[in-house]
């Protein structure tokens, strides 16, 4: 037996040379590889001169980034905050006074894309980047809520006074990010950095990649758990960790995440390394055939932000492909059968939210024409009071809640009380149809479902 096995081999391997040579011979392969590959160690003087610096004044920074993978890499403060002179940005600290070295301490996602080109230009092209500052940077009614109503202008704070910019720069452009404005030296004024994943920068560029992979260290395994999201997607507006760790995915996260291997290189991290999927899993990681994204947008049919449920489209994602993206997620874990029941569960309960809003559309069209609103002051209004609940409170939590499998968030934060504030509307709006008038008190709680 051993003997044909000798004289078979050998056989074998001059059918897959001769093969092979035919092939080459029709098919050549060119040989791409550089003539000559020069890897360089250490680090130039003027970045030696960084660190050594930064050592003695900030050596909680040196010390995080000397156990991550930019200083296994030789990537040093100097190739990341150094900037050319004439950048709007530019800057000098202490140690580079009166020298032609420029620097700066925002670093946006242009920075990054020297090195990780895909990945930033699928992340600009994801609801994190333009479409997550647009709130705080562009959006006139949300302008007025965060100055004049949360900043206090309506009871007398100046509008010149930073004061009424601190629920913005303490809450808002914490996540969503900001336009961030100069001063004479080329530092950030008013507040306005550091901020969140949209933050726009003087340069014209867009987008903090350390929101998620923070800095110094930059851990792939920090951006691969659940709490790289939690500190945005939190909260009765849009509560994603709470129903995540609610859901069967994060029970078995938060009773065996312990023993899952986090740092498998992109690409490679797969059922396997854990036992059921986080955030980055379903959103944006390598799985099956799938391959690692940075746009969060590409596996989501349904958008759930927004005031009505639409199938994702234009700079939101495409939909219908978002949706055979996401199955495939589930296919690595689950059968047909339980992920038809799960996707048809969140299209039905799109479609009981939208009924809803429907209807709410349709008494606030009537009670505008008849002249029944507040036009000057919604926040006065119960009906618009309610109404904005009814969506970007309850009627979220229903639809993320029926989305990730989150029971309590779907019933009793979400559609319970959307039927709740639903037949409030209903009241008010019978009330002034049939007298003719607003009321005089409304019976609405001043801080809404929560």
């Known amino acids: ?6 004289k078979v081999v050998p056989i074998a391997m001059a059918i897959v040379l001769s093969a092979a040579m035919c092939f080459a011979a029709a098919e050549p392969f060119p040989n791409l590889a550089p003539k000559e590959l020069v890897v360089k160690r250490g680090f130039s003087k003027e970045a030696t001169q960084c660190i050594e610096c930064h050592a003695k004044k900030t050596p909680g920074i040196v010390e995080n980034w000397k156990s991550g993978k930019m200083a296994h890499a030789t990537v040093s403060c100097y190739d990341c905050h150094v900037v050319d002179k004439s950048s709007p940005m530019a800057s000098q600290c202490e140690g580079i006074k009166g020298t032609n070295t420029y620097i700066s301490p925002m670093v946006s996602s242009k920075t990054c894309s020297r090195c990780h080109p895909q990945e930033v230009d699928q992340f600009l092209k994801s609801g994190h980047a333009k479409l997550a500052g647009a709130p705080v940077v562009e ?9 004049y109503y949360e900043g206090a202008q ?3 704070v100046s509008a010149d006074s930073s004061t009424s910019t601190a629920s913005r720069a303490s809450g808002c452009q914490m996540c969503h990010g900001t336009q961030v404005e100069l001063g004479p030296d080329n530092k ?3 507040n306005t950095w550091p901020g969140g994943v949209g933050t726009r920068y003087p340069d014209g560029t867009i987008g903090t990649c350390t929101v998620c992979h923070t800095r110094h260290k930059f851990s792939i395994a920090e951006a691969r758990k659940p709490e790289a999201c939690a500190s945005c997607h939190l909260g009765p507006d849009h509560p994603q960790i709470e129903i995540y760790l609610e859901s069967k995915h994060g029970q078995m996260f938060l009773t065996q995440g312990d023993e899952w291997r986090w740092d498998s290189a992109p690409d490679t991290w797969q059922p396997g390394d854990y036992d ?3 955030c980055a899993v379903c959103h944006m990681s390598g799985i099956g055939e799938l391959s690692t994204t940075h746009n969060v947008n590409e596996r989501l049919k349904w958008d759930l932000v927004h005031a009505r449920s639409e199938i994702r489209s234009g700079e939101r994602g495409n939909g219908e492909q978002g949706e055979k993206l ?5 296919e690595n874990c689950h059968g047909d059968t339980h992920i038809n029941v799960q996707r048809k569960v969140l299209d ?5 939210y939208n009924t809803y809003w429907d209807g709410a559309v349709k008494m606030k069209k009537e009670l505008t024409d008849k002249g029944l609103l507040l036009k000057d002051d919604p926040w006065n209004d119960g009906f618009q009071e309610l109404e904005y609940y009814l969506w970007h409170h309850t009627g979220r939590r229903a639809r993320h809640g029926a989305a990730m499998n989150g029971p309590d968030y779907a019933h009793w934060h979400g559609f319970f009380q959307v039927f709740q504030v639903y037949k409030d509307m209903q009241k008010l709006y019978e009330y002034r149809i049939k007298n003719g008038k607003i009321e005089e008190l409304s019976h609405v709680m001043s801080t809404g479902p929560i």
């Open 348 to 352: 039905d309960a799109v479609a009981l």
């Open 1 to 6: 037996m051993l003997k044909q096995m000798v």
């Open 276 to 278: 059921a999927p986080t």
């Open 326 to 330: 996401m199955r495939k997620v589930c």
């Open 188 to 190: 950030p004024i008013k």
């Open 154 to 156: 309506f009871i007398g």
């Open 139 to 147: 959006n006139k009614k949300m302008l007025k809520l965060m100055y």
